[in-house]
């Protein structure tokens, strides 16, 4: 059976956030999500509401709601050491009694490039390293604590006494696009996190992940294949098409592979990829120049927008396609009226009630 997340981007306003994820549980959801940033561009045009913690946006969140899962899409192995990742995600698992889902990817440059003492080179390297740690701290004991030795981290007979309530620990979702990560995320993950795909190249990048399950002797099933899309549902069409399509514009401008993989290679060619981009002036001017070109054709394939059987027959697709856990990002300017279409079409045609 499909599952439902929310992903909630009400930068700037933690109440607002607090009263969503609320809301998003009385509404059926069976996931909130929230992304992880520190630093926002120094621009008017993107961005522009200041980013709070995400994880104590998640502790608040997990003791104002009782069933909804709880996870960070995603949080990076770059600015917290895998040790107080490993932490944070285990007293997390206790606040929400077991509903914490660690989202974990490689980092971005905007939050990083700031923080001139870190290094962040060969993103993946560190990556695979910091899994590894986490889950060993989490299986650590007094009789037998860590030592690791790795290229990025290293640690010396470490045990992490408080244990998560969800054993071995809980579920690890890779956020990712690249071959690597992929194969990862099928070899080793519980779960695939990405943002904004097709249903075309979502199909055709699924399938790495589910053949290195395989090889890797574990069944794909195994793997939760979530997708986080861009979702505005109202009972006007043409009013949800409004509001979404320029929007997403901007997002669609920062996935230069995918927007070569719809057909356009100039405007790819143009853009650096999503997880390269330190926003500096230069970078965002671009951006916003590719984003003016895009086709709204174009954007329209990445997102789910219409009324609530337009939506239905979108989210089909991306069940065809292979996602097993559908992750809508609303417009807060549509967030009511998308959670409440929802609750009361969306969720129960998908649950056959």
């Not at 949080?75 to 990742?85: C, F, G, K, Q, T």
């Not at 003492?117 to 650590?140: C, G, M, N, T, V």
């Not at 309530?165 to 099928?186: D, E, H, K, N, S």
């Not at 002797?217 to 069409?237: F, K, N």
């Amino acid at each position: 059976m499909m599952r439902f997340g929310c992903q909630l981007v009400t930068y700037g306003d933690v109440e607002r956030t607090l009263r969503y994820a609320v809301r998003a549980e009385e509404c059926g959801f069976d996931t909130v999500t929230v992304p992880d940033h520190l630093f926002h561009p120094l621009t008017d045009v993107f961005l522009t509401k200041p980013p709070w913690d995400a994880f104590a946006v998640l502790a608040a969140i997990a003791v104002q709601t009782e069933r909804v899962r709880l996870m960070p899409a995603v949080a990076d192995s770059v600015r917290r050491h895998p040790a107080v990742l490993a932490h944070m995600a285990a007293t997390l698992d206790h606040l929400s009694r077991g509903r914490m889902i660690l989202g974990l990817g490689a980092g971005e440059a905007y939050n990083v490039v700031p923080l001139t003492d870190s290094r962040w080179d060969r993103p993946y390297a560190r990556f695979k390293e910091a899994l590894a740690l986490i889950r060993a701290l989490w299986a650590s004991t007094r009789e037998e604590p860590v030592s690791f030795e790795g290229e990025y981290f290293n640690v010396e007979g470490a045990h992490q006494s408080l244990k998560p309530l969800q054993r071995p620990g809980p579920p690890i979702y890779v956020g990712g696009y690249g071959p690597r990560m992929r194969r990862l995320t099928g070899a080793e993950g519980d779960g695939w996190v990405p943002w904004i795909y097709s249903t075309e190249a979502y199909r055709e990048d699924l399938r790495l992940i589910q053949e290195s399950a395989r090889r890797a002797g574990r069944d794909p099933s195994e793997v939760d294949a979530t997708a986080i899309i861009p979702t505005v549902v109202l009972p006007d069409a043409d009013r949800a098409l409004e509001l979404a399509l320029p929007r997403n514009r901007m997002t669609l401008a920062l996935r230069g592979p995918l927007l070569r993989r719809l057909g356009y290679p100039e405007l790819a060619d143009r853009v650096t990829e999503n997880w390269r981009v330190a926003f500096t002036g230069e970078e965002v001017k671009r951006v916003q120049e590719v984003a003016a070109e895009i086709p709204l054709e174009a954007v329209e394939k990445v997102i789910v927008a219409g009324t609530a059987e337009d939506a239905m027959e979108r989210i089909d697709q991306y069940r065809r396609a292979g996602v097993s856990h559908f992750i809508a990002l609303p417009l807060v300017d549509a967030f009511e009226e998308t959670a409440e279409a929802f609750r009361d079409q969306v969720i129960p045609y998908f649950r056959g009630e």
